[in-house]
């Protein structure tokens, strides 16, 4: 059970890289496609209902939302709720903007330190998070894939899902010379699965002296 990421709270909304804030703080991000349940599971991570605002309806996440985790007095750093991408029925103008902020973020800020990746266990690797992966190996930066929504799956069948995904993306960063930078789990939301996993990995990003 994570007692830091049960002390988050929300912070800020930004709409454009000049207005992100100036804390040294680390930060841990959170991105993934439109409906792979990232603010479901960033409100079950940090124990809240409605710490992030998760909607039913695709592309609601617009501005990238900063939630502070960590005593109030003594925050040990922030949670980024970054733009879902991948959905297309939104005016092209948004999806320019949404791009830009979330690729500027992504690889220019330098108090970033990790990124939680979700995938829909019942459709992982898509075209657009394979590009994502690709893309934020050259950061240098780890990343944590989380397969949302496991409980859709029968046991098995997940597993069998972890295990391919794991492969995959084990040639892909290979291929990339940047073996070992990126990490798989089982995750569900519903039956608050893979919890203790998650806790670990954000917890170490943010404290990394937490674990020894």
């Not at 890289?17 to 960033?42: C, H, M, Q, W, Y």
């Not at 609601?60 to 925050?75: C, D, E």
């Not at 992966?133 to 799956?153: C, N, Q």
Request: aromatic share 8%; proline share 6%.
């Amino acid at each position: 059970m994570s007692f830091l990421l049960h002390q988050a709270r929300f912070l800020t909304t930004v709409n454009h890289l000049r207005d992100l804030p100036a804390s040294p703080l680390p930060e841990v991000a959170f991105a993934g496609r439109s409906n792979a349940g990232k603010s479901t599971a960033i409100n079950v991570l940090c124990n809240q209902k409605r710490l992030a605002f998760a909607s039913k309806t695709p592309g609601r996440t617009q501005h990238i939302n900063y939630f502070s985790v960590g005593p109030a007095q003594q925050p040990a750093g922030h949670l980024i709720d970054l733009p879902g991408y991948g959905y297309a029925e939104v005016p092209f103008s948004v999806q320019v903007h949404w791009e830009q902020l979330l690729g500027g973020y992504l690889q220019t800020r330098a108090q970033l330190c990790g990124l939680i990746l979700m995938m829909d266990a019942r459709r992982p690797c898509t075209e657009l998070d394979c590009q994502m992966i690709e893309w934020f190996t050259s950061t240098g930066k780890p990343i944590h894939v989380l397969l949302t929504k496991a409980d859709k799956l029968t046991r098995q069948a997940s597993l069998n899902t972890l295990r391919a995904v794991q492969q995959k993306l084990a040639q892909d960063t290979e291929r990339l010379g940047a073996p070992n930078q990126c990490t798989v789990q089982l995750f569900s939301a519903l039956k608050r699965t893979g919890l203790d996993d998650a806790h670990r990995a954000i917890e170490a990003w943010l404290k990394p002296n937490a674990h020894p």
